[in-house]
T-cell receptor, first 115, second 113 residues
Framework: ETGVTQTPRHLVMGMTNKKSLKCEQHLGHNAMYWYKQSAKKPLELMFVYNFKEQTENNSVPSRFSPECPNSSHLFLHLHTLQPEDSALYLC??????????????FGNGTRLTVT | KNQVEQSPQSLIILEGKNCTLQCNYTVSPFSNLRWYKQDTGRGPVSLTIMTFSENTKSNGRYTATLDADTKQSSLHITASQLSDSASYICVVSVYSSASKIIFGSGTRLSIRP
């Protein structure tokens, strides 16, 4: 149990489908993040939420739509994805982005395959 | 451009042996450097953190070093175990930009019995 729970663990979807990824953190953190991890590439930051407010959108295509209803939950809504969007999507949380020594706590990710 | 480069890309060693992973960075202004371990099918987990004034940090059999002058870090694993098989990711934070975290591509370490 990592303290950050992601569901589903695996997802296969067609290019015309709509699906959502869910993330829940039980650590009392104030900030939540979505990252994309592709094979042999560094993690790519997608979105940052601090106290439920989106503070960063890293030029992510509009087919990815985040939602943060409260500090403990984070969603990533997906629609009309492309095969190159297939990757591991990681959710993370931290106590406070402004605290230098505050580590990121990651969930175990959702392995997404777009067919 | 802020970058973090890791070497080697992959490494295979025998159980019980030691190994050292390298990280070079061109991040400015520097805040801190972390090493994360990512097991297959899991999210990354923080192993160590070092700030500008710290040049060595240990966590069990893992010892990280930092040379802020040459902008290099290493992660040394002593007496490797099968459970050390994982990807090791070097992560550097930019000072005063909390969400500006630069990730390396990782080193894939495989321990053979």
């Amino acid at each position: 149990e990592t303290g950050v729970t992601q569901t589903p663990r695996h997802l296969v979807m067609g290019m015309t489908n709509k699906k959502s990824l869910k993330c829940e953190q039980h650590l009392g953190h104030n900030a939540m993040y979505w990252y994309k991890q592709s094979a042999k590439k560094p993690l790519e930051l997608m979105f940052v939420y601090n106290f439920k407010e989106q503070t960063e959108n890293n030029s992510v295509p509009s087919r990815f739509s985040p939602e943060c209803p409260n500090s403990s939950h984070l969603f990533l809504h997906l629609h009309t994805l492309q095969p190159e969007d297939s990757a591991l999507y990681l959710c993370a949380s931290s106590q406070d982005p402004g605290r230098e020594r505050s580590p990121l706590h990651f969930g175990n990710g959702t392995r997404l395959t777009v067919t | 451009k802020n970058q973090v480069e890791q070497s080697p890309q992959s490494l295979i060693i025998l159980e019980g042996k030691n190994c050292t992973l390298q990280c070079n960075y061109t991040v400015s202004p520097f805040s801190n450097l972390r090493w994360y371990k990512q097991d297959t099918g899991r999210g990354p987990v923080s192993l160590t953190i070092m700030t500008f004034s710290e040049n060595t940090k240990s966590n069990g059999r893992y010892t990280a070093t930092l040379d802020a002058d040459t902008k290099q870090s290493s992660l040394h694993i002593t007496a490797s175990q099968l459970s050390d098989s994982a990807s090791y990711i070097c992560v550097v934070s930019v000072y005063s930009s909390a969400s500006k975290i630069i990730f390396g591509s990782g080193t894939r370490l495989s321990i053979r019995p």
